[in-house]
C-alpha cells in the first residue's frame, strides 16, 4: 500500500500531473531545506468531482489512505463544514488539484485561521492546478 | 525584506519589528518575503509595477492592548501603519496598504464573537469575526437573527460596514455601516475610545442606542485613517417567517421610469423591505439569436428603438424587476398584491409570482435555493461562476476593479448614465454590453452603476484599465455623481472628485488628522487623507 509521504512523492505525479510536477515537487523540498521525508501528513486532500483527472486524484489519494473531500468548484462546504473546524485545532496540510479559484481562495483562509502558505502551486491543464498548504514554522 | 517604510532607516525598523514581536508574540511578526506577499492585492491595477501598494511587514494582535502597544512602537519609529480586518476588499485594494511601505496591522486573530442579544437582535464583535464566524455564532446559539453579508461572505462584519460595504436581505440591514451600533477605537496616541453609548462606564445600551450624547462621530472612523475599529456593535434582523419574491415584465424602452418609480414608492413606502433588482432579459438571451447579438454588439450601443421592436416581435421583455418581500406570510402575500395593482398602471406590464420560502430553510432548501445571501447566509459560491473560473486564471483578466458611481434612482438617471459610460467604454474599447448594464439597488434613494473593470498580470491590460477609470472619474464629476468606494490606489482622485468650495471637504479631513494622528501614523492616504508630513512632501 502506498504511504502518504509516498503519495505525495510520485503517486500525484505517475498518475495526474505532468512532469513538471515531478521536478518541482522535489526542488521546492530542498529549497526549504527538507528532505522528501520531512514532507508534512496531509489532513486532507481535495479534488473536483467534476473532472476525470481530479478525481483519479482523489481516488489514489485515498488508496493511499489519505482523507478525502470532493467539491464541486465551490469550496464553501469544505471551508464551513471542515476546514473551519480542523484549523480551529492548529495548522494542518492539505494537498489538491482543483480549478484556479479554489486555491486562490483556500490560500486566504489558510493564511487566516494560522500560519500556513501554499508551497507549491503548478498547473495542470488549463483548467485545474495541483497546490499544497502546509504550515509554516519559524521556531 | 523587499520594502522599508519610506524615511524609517533599516535599524529603526528591525528595532520596531522587534518591538512588535514583544508586544504581540514573535510568531505573530511577519517580515519574510514569503509572508509579506500574502498582504498583495491580488486585484492590484498595478501588479508588479512601481507603484504597486506594498506592505513592508505585518503584525497580528490578538488583543486591544496589543493594538495600542502596536500604535505605541509606530509613533516612536514614525511607522506607518494600515489595519485590516481580515482583508477581502477584493476589487477595492485587498489587503495592501494605501501607503507602501506600511506594516499592515492583521486583525484577524481578534475574532471573538462578544455577544449576541436575541432580545433586542443585535451584536458585538471584533474585527477578525468574518460573516462566517458570526453566522456561525449564531446558529450555534439557537438564535433567530439573520446576518446580512455580501456575497462572497468571507469578508468581516467590521471591515465591510467601515468601507460602507452592503449586503442583500432587509431595508435597515443592506448598508452595514448604517445597521451599526457602537464602536471602540484605538486613537493614533493609543487611547481608546467608545462611541455612542459606549462612552458612559457600564452602559447597559451600548449596542441598541446608536448616538449617546454630543456629536456622533461613528462616521468619522469609517473610510477613514483616523483611529483602528477592534470592537462593532451590529443589528440583526429577526428570521422572518417567511420570504416571497414576485416579478415584473415591461416591454418598452421607457417603461424603465415607471418600473423605477414604482419600485421607489414600494421601497421608500415600507411596502416592501427587500431589493427591487433590474434586469433586461434582452442582453441575457443574446447567446441564442445572433440578431440580437447583432443589436447589442452596435458601435456606440444598441438602440432603444431597434431593441424595442425586438422585444414586441419576439415576446421578450424590455426590463424586468424582481420583488422581495420578507416577513409574514399573510403580510407579504398583501403587499405583493398591492404591489401588482401599482404596477398594473404601466400598459402591457405583466406581473408573475416567483418562488417562496419559509424559515428557517433546510439543508436542502439551503442547496437548491438561488442567491442564498438573500437570506443572509455567507457562501464563496461566487468563486465557482465560470466568469471567475476565467478572471482568475493568469491572463487576460485576473480579476477586477469596481468601478462604483452612486447616481440618482430613476430611469432617466440610468439612461443618461448608460449613454455617458457607453461612450467611455467605446473610448476604451471596453465590452459595451458592460456599459449597457443595470445598476445595482442596495440603497432605498439612489443606485449604484457597478463595473467591474479587468486587471491582469499584464501591464498593458492594467495601463488600460486604470485610463479608463480616471475617465469614468472624470465624465462621472461632469455629471454629478460620486464614487461610493474605491481602491487605494484611484482614492486620491475620487476625493479630489468630491470638491466644493475648494475641497473644503478633504481639508477639513485633513485638520482633523494633523489633531489626532500628528505623526501620520495610521493608513497615510486612505481616502485620500494625508498627514501633513506626507501631504507637505
Not at chain 2, 85 to 89: A, L
Not at chain 2, 344 to 348: K, L, R, T, V
Given at each position: 500500500m502506498t504511504s502518504r509521504r509516498d503519495f505525495l512523492r510520485a503517486g500525484i505525479a505517475a498518475t495526474t500531473l505532468p512532469v513538471s510536477f515531478c521536478t518541482i515537487f522535489p526542488s521546492m523540498a530542498v529549497g526549504q531545506?527538507?528532505?522528501?521525508?520531512?514532507?508534512p501528513v496531509l489532513y486532507k486532500v481535495i479534488f473536483d468531482l467534476r473532472f476525470s483527472k481530479s478525481r483519479e486524484f482523489g481516488n489514489r489519494a485515498r488508496a493511499s489512505g489519505i482523507s478525502t473531500y470532493g467539491i464541486e468548484g465551490d469550496i464553501t462546504d469544505l471551508w464551513y463544514q471542515d476546514l473551519y473546524f480542523r484549523w480551529k485545532q492548529g495548522p494542518a496540510a492539505i494537498a489538491g488539484l482543483t480549478e484556479p479559484p479554489a486555491i486562490f481562495c483556500l490560500e486566504r483562509f489558510a493564511w487566516d485561521a494560522g500560519q500556513?502558505?501554499?508551497v507549491h502551486r503548478a498547473d495542470v491543464s488549463q483548467n485545474l492546478v495541483s497546490w499544497v498548504i502546509e504550515p509554516v514554522y519559524r521556531s | 525584506m523587499a520594502t522599508l517604510p519610506p524615511g524609517v532607516s533599516s535599524a529603526d525598523f528591525s528595532t520596531a519589528l522587534e518591538q512588535f514581536a514583544e508586544a504581540v508574540g514573535p510568531d505573530w511578526v511577519f517580515s519574510s518575503d514569503e509572508d509579506v506577499a500574502?498582504?498583495?492585492?491580488?486585484?492590484?491595477?498595478?501588479?508588479?509595477?512601481?507603484?504597486e501598494l506594498v506592505a513592508s511587514a505585518a503584525v497580528s494582535p490578538t488583543r486591544v492592548e496589543e493594538v495600542q502597544e502596536v500604535v505605541r512602537v509606530a509613533n516612536q519609529y514614525q511607522i506607518p501603519l494600515y489595519p485590516i480586518?481580515?482583508?477581502?476588499?477584493l476589487g477595492y485594494g485587498?489587503?495592501?496598504?494605501?501607503?507602501?511601505?506600511s506594516v499592515v496591522?492583521?486583525?484577524?486573530?481578534?475574532?471573538?464573537?462578544l455577544e449576541i442579544n436575541e432580545r433586542n437582535a443585535s451584536c458585538l464583535v471584533e474585527p477578525g469575526v468574518s460573516y462566517f464566524d458570526l453566522y456561525r455564532a449564531i446558529q450555534d446559539q439557537g438564535a433567530k437573527l439573520w446576518i446580512d453579508c455580501p456575497?462572497?461572505?468571507?469578508?468581516?462584519p467590521i471591515g465591510n460596514s467601515l468601507d460602507h460595504g452592503l449586503g442583500y436581505t432587509m431595508n435597515g440591514y443592506r448598508d452595514h455601516f448604517d445597521a451599526h451600533c457602537g464602536m471602540e477605537v484605538v486613537l493614533a496616541n493609543g487611547e481608546v475610545l467608545r462611541t455612542g453609548m459606549g462612552a458612559?462606564?457600564?452602559?447597559?445600551?451600548w449596542q441598541e442606542?446608536?448616538?449617546?450624547?454630543?456629536?456622533?462621530?461613528?462616521?468619522?472612523?469609517s473610510q477613514s485613517n483616523f483611529g483602528i475599529v477592534t470592537k462593532m456593535g451590529f443589528w440583526l434582523a429577526p428570521e422572518p417567517e417567511a420570504f416571497r419574491t414576485d416579478s415584473v415584465k415591461v416591454y418598452k424602452y421607457e417603461d424603465l421610469i415607471p418600473l423605477m418609480d414604482t419600485v421607489s414608492y414600494l421601497v421608500n413606502s415600507g411596502i416592501m423591505n427587500g431589493r427591487g433588482t433590474f434586469g433586461s432579459p434582452l442582453t441575457r438571451n443574446s447567446a441564442k439569436d445572433p440578431a440580437l447579438e447583432e443589436l447589442l454588439s452596435?458601435?456606440?450601443?444598441?438602440?432603444p428603438r431597434a431593441l424595442e421592436r425586438y422585444a414586441a416581435e419576439n415576446d421578450v421583455p424590455y426590463w424586468t424587476t424582481d420583488l422581495r418581500f420578507y416577513g409574514l406570510e399573510k403580510a407579504n402575500d398583501a403587499h405583493a398584491e398591492y404591489a401588482r395593482e401599482k404596477f398594473?398602471?404601466?400598459?402591457?406590464a405583466k406581473f408573475e409570482e416567483g418562488p417562496r420560502h419559509r424559515f428557517p430553510l433546510t439543508p436542502e432548501q439551503q442547496k437548491t435555493a438561488d442567491h442564498i445571501v438573500d437570506f443572509g447566509i455567507p457562501n464563496m459560491?461566487?468563486?465557482?461562476?465560470l466568469a471567475m473560473q476565467f478572471r482568475t486564471?493568469?491572463?487576460?483578466?485576473?480579476?477586477d476593479l469596481f468601478y462604483a458611481a452612486v447616481i440618482p434612482k430613476n430611469g432617466e438617471a440610468v439612461f443618461e448614465a448608460q449613454r455617458v459610460f457607453t461612450e467611455v467604454a467605446s473610448e476604451f474599447d471596453l465590452p459595451l454590453r458592460f456599459f449597457s448594464s443595470l445598476p445595482s439597488t442596495w440603497f432605498p434613494r439612489a443606485v449604484v452603476m457597478l463595473f467591474s473593470l479587468p486587471v491582469s498580470r499584464n501591464i498593458e491590460i492594467n495601463k488600460k484599465t486604470r485610463a479608463a477609470f480616471q475617465r469614468l472619474v472624470q465624465v462621472s464629476e461632469e455629471h454629478g455623481w460620486g464614487e461610493y468606494r474605491a481602491a487605494p490606489a484611484f482614492q486620491d482622485l475620487v476625493m479630489n472628485a468630491y470638491s466644493f468650495n475648494n475641497n473644503v471637504l478633504r481639508r477639513f479631513h485633513e485638520t482633523v488628522k494633523d489633531a489626532i494622528d500628528p505623526n501620520g501614523?495610521?493608513?497615510?492616504?486612505?481616502?485620500?487623507i494625508w498627514p501633513k508630513r506626507l501631504r507637505d512632501a
Open positions: 531545506n527538507r528532505s522528501m521525508h520531512e514532507l500556513m502558505r501554499v | 500574502l498582504y498583495r492585492d491580488a486585484y492590484s491595477p498595478f501588479w508588479g509595477e512601481e507603484q480586518s481580515t482583508g477581502k476588499n485587498g489587503s495592501a496598504p494605501s501607503y507602501s511601505g496591522v492583521d486583525l484577524k486573530r481578534m475574532n471573538r464573537v456575497d462572497p461572505g468571507w469578508g468581516s458612559l462606564p457600564g452602559s447597559k445600551t442606542y446608536k448616538y449617546g450624547f454630543g456629536p456622533h462621530i461613528d462616521g468619522m472612523f452596435r458601435p456606440g450601443g444598441p438602440d398594473s398602471a404601466i400598459p402591457g459560491t461566487v468563486f465557482s461562476g486564471s493568469d491572463n487576460p483578466n485576473f480579476g501614523i495610521l493608513s497615510p492616504g486612505k481616502s485620500g
